[in-house]
């Protein structure tokens, strides 16, 4: 069965390269890149963000095709690293941020998967509230929703307690 929390290796040595690699790529294109784009102001800026996030979630859908996790069969740091945006991404980034009705649930399916197995595992669905989240992104971010009105989520979301 799983194993506790606290006996997993995130890092096994013979992965480290291809950890630090996609840790490099998931926080330029996409953990970063959502916050690019969202606080961009100017247009050029913005359209370079928003490329550098659909780019990211691109190839990790395409990784996720072949393999459980991003690197392979087994979770590892970079799984960890990309968990929290993807978790908020149709319900925060998507909309607030890269203005765009693109979600990870329609459009990124590998992605999609991963997030759910993500999710599966003990104990981890309870350290992500994305309608908490939203509340705070919608509530606390008066430049880009100077109504602070919060969307409401349909019940069939992810994430959404």
């Not at 998931?26 to 969202?38: C, D, F, K, L, T």
């Not at 740091?77 to 945006?85: H, I, R």
């Not at 990124?108 to 309608?131: H, I, Q, S």
């Amino acid at each position: 069965g799983p194993r506790a929390a606290s006996d997993a290796n995130l890092r096994p040595p013979a992965l480290r390269a291809a950890i630090d690699a996609w840790n490099r790529k998931i926080y330029e294109r996409v953990n970063n890149g959502v916050y690019r784009a969202g606080f961009a102001t100017r247009q050029g800026p913005y359209e370079e963000a928003v490329a550098d996030v659909f780019a990211g979630l691109r190839e990790l859908d395409a990784a996720l095709a072949k393999s459980a996790f991003v690197c392979g069969d087994a979770v590892t740091e970079a799984d960890v690293f990309l968990l929290p945006t993807v978790e908020r991404f149709d319900g925060c980034y998507a909309p607030l941020f890269l203005r765009t009705t693109t979600t990870v649930r329609h459009d990124y399916p590998n992605v999609e998967k991963w997030r759910a197995r993500m999710r599966d595992m003990p104990g981890v669905a309870a350290t992500v509230d994305a309608r908490a989240a939203a509340r705070s992104y919608y509530t606390s971010l008066f430049p880009l929703n100077p109504s602070g009105i919060v969307p409401v989520f349909p019940s069939s979301t992810p994430g959404g307690t």
